[in-house]
Nanobody, 119 residues
Framework: QGQPVESGGGLVQPGGSLRLSCVVS????????VGWYRQSPGKQREEREL???????????IYAESVKGRFTISRDNAKNTVYLQMNSLKPEDTAVFYC?????????WGQGTQVTVSS
């Protein structure tokens, strides 16, 4: 097992869409949940905001109020990947997005992927 790997970030105009991917290191049996967090410009690591989380045993999901109705978290076990579909992006969504792989006996963070929403 190792670090999850994020991809899919980039520059997008307001109102646009992006899909982030997180290739997780563990199997579906070893993972409790996977969450997407974001760290906005000027914020410290301790101020990372939970954006969305998916729980593997129940497939239930939770979202930050600020992204409800715009973002969707999903997973593809065959590809060991968790996705974050982001629609109707706003400038305030600009941040580094991190994947958190929360196993039954471990907790891993990815290196992050930059998302910039600007015209």
């Amino acid at each position: 097992q190792g670090q999850p790997v994020e991809s899919g970030g980039g520059l997008v105009q307001p109102g646009g869409s992006l899909r982030l991917s997180c290739v997780v290191s563990g199997s579906a049996f070893s993972i409790y949940s996977v969450g997407w967090y974001r760290q906005s410009p000027g914020k410290q690591r301790e101020e990372r905001e939970l954006v969305a989380r998916i729980y593997y045993s129940s497939d239930s999901t939770i979202y930050a109020e600020s992204v409800k109705g715009r973002f969707t978290i999903s997973r593809d076990n065959a590809k060991n990947t968790v996705y974050l579909q982001m629609n109707s992006l706003k400038p305030e969504d600009t941040a580094v997005f991190y994947c958190n792989e929360n196993g039954w006996n471990y907790d891993y963070w990815g290196q992050g992927t930059q998302v910039t929403v600007s015209s």
